[in-house]
C-alpha cells in the first residue's frame, strides 16, 4: 500500500530520465528540490489552496452544527413522525449521487435572479462559476446526523432530564451538555469531511470554470495536463510533484485527529 507513495515521492526528486531508468522504485541521480520549491511558490497553486480551504471550513462548520442539532432532534426529543423523517433521510442515502447530477446541474443553471436569469430562471448561468455552486449543496449531511444519532443515542437520558431541570434551553443543551461528550465524533466527521471536499473532482469540475475559482482537484488537473505539453516528453517528474502536494493537508488532518478518529466508531456501536 505504501509503494505508490513511495514511488511518487522519489519521482518527483529526481529528473525525467530517472523516471524513466526506473526498475523499482526512482533513484534521483540529481535531487530536485527546486520543483517543489517553485509549487508552493506558484500563486495559481497558491490560490487553488486557499479556494478549497475556504470550501472545506465551511462544509465542516455546517455539517459538524446541523449533525448536532439533528442528531439531537432524532434522539432525544419526541414527536409524531420523528422515526418516518429520520427513515426518509436515510432512504435517500440509498439514491446514487450520479442520478441526481443532471437535475442539480438544471437546478442551479435555472436559479431566478441569479447569473443575469430572470425570474423565470431564463437569460443566463444562474449560479454556475459563483461561489454559490461550490458551498450550497449538500448542507444537509445525512451521514453525518446518522453517526452523530448513534452516539446521541448511546447517552443517558438522565442529562437530558438534569439539563431541564436546571432550567437548561434546547440550545444550551445541545452545546454546553451533549457537545463536549460527542467531540470524538464531531473530529470524525471533520477527517470524512476534510478529505471528502478536499477530493471532490466531479461537481467543481461542472459547475466551475473560472481559473480563479479552481479547486485543488480540478486545478492539479489542469495543471498536470499544461505539464504534460511541455517539450515533446511528458515532465512526470513535475506532474508527481503536483500530486504530492495534494496529499500533505489530508494526511496532517488524519494524523492530527486519528486517536479520536478511531474512539468514535468505536463509540458508535455501543448503546448506553
Given at each position: 500500500?505504501?509503494?505508490?507513495?513511495?514511488?511518487?515521492?522519489?519521482?518527483?526528486?529526481?529528473?525525467?530520465?530517472?523516471?524513466?531508468?526506473?526498475?523499482?522504485?526512482?533513484?534521483?541521480?540529481?535531487?530536485?528540490?527546486?520543483?517543489?520549491?517553485?509549487?508552493?511558490t506558484d500563486p495559481q497553486v497558491y490560490r487553488l489552496y486557499i479556494n478549497t480551504l475556504i470550501r472545506c471550513l465551511w462544509y465542516i462548520f455546517t455539517t459538524c452544527i446541523i449533525a448536532l442539532v439533528a442528531s439531537y432532534v432524532f434522539s432525544k426529543l419526541r414527536f409524531k413522525g420523528r422515526d418516518t423523517v429520520f427513515l426518509i433521510f436515510l432512504a435517500s442515502m440509498m439514491i446514487p449521487s450520479q442520478v441526481t447530477l443532471v437535475p442539480t446541474y438544471?437546478?442551479?443553471?435555472?436559479?431566478?435572479?441569479?447569473?443575469?436569469?430572470d425570474w423565470l430562471g431564463q437569460g443566463g448561468h444562474g449560479m454556475l462559476d459563483s461561489w454559490a455552486a461550490l458551498l450550497v449543496g449538500g448542507l444537509v449531511p445525512v451521514y453525518a446526523i446518522f453517526l452523530m444519532k448513534q452516539m446521541m443515542d448511546s447517552l443517558p437520558f438522565d442529562y437530558e432530564e438534569a439539563a431541564r431541570v436546571d432550567g437548561s434551553g434546547v440550545f444550551h443543551t445541545i452545546f454546553r451538555?451533549?457537545?463536549?461528550?460527542?467531540?470524538?465524533?464531531?473530529?470524525?466527521?471533520?477527517?470524512?469531511?476534510?478529505?471528502?471536499?478536499?477530493?471532490?473532482y466531479l461537481w467543481p469540475l461542472i459547475v466551475i470554470n473560472s481559473m480563479d475559482m479552481q479547486v485543488i482537484a480540478?486545478?492539479?488537473?489542469?495543471?498536470?495536463?499544461?505539464a504534460k505539453q511541455v517539450g515533446r516528453v511528458?515532465?512526470?517528474?513535475?506532474?508527481?510533484?503536483?500530486?504530492t502536494i495534494t496529499m500533505i493537508p489530508p494526511i496532517l488532518v488524519y494524523l492530527w485527529l486519528q486517536k479520536h478518529f478511531i474512539q468514535a466508531f468505536a463509540m458508535t456501536g455501543v448503546k448506553g
Open positions: 500500500m505504501f509503494y505508490p507513495f513511495l514511488f511518487q515521492l522519489m519521482a518527483s526528486l529526481g529528473t525525467n530520465k530517472d523516471y524513466y531508468d526506473t526498475f523499482i522504485v526512482p533513484i534521483p541521480t540529481e535531487w530536485q528540490l527546486e520543483r517543489y520549491i517553485k509549487v508552493f438544471l437546478l442551479y443553471v435555472r436559479w431566478p435572479l441569479a447569473g443575469g436569469n451538555i451533549y457537545f463536549p461528550m460527542t467531540r470524538p465524533i464531531l473530529a470524525a466527521l471533520i477527517i470524512i469531511t476534510f478529505i471528502g471536499i478536499w477530493n471532490d480540478t486545478g492539479i488537473s489542469s495543471l498536470m495536463g499544461e511528458p515532465d512526470y517528474p513535475s506532474i508527481f510533484a503536483l500530486a
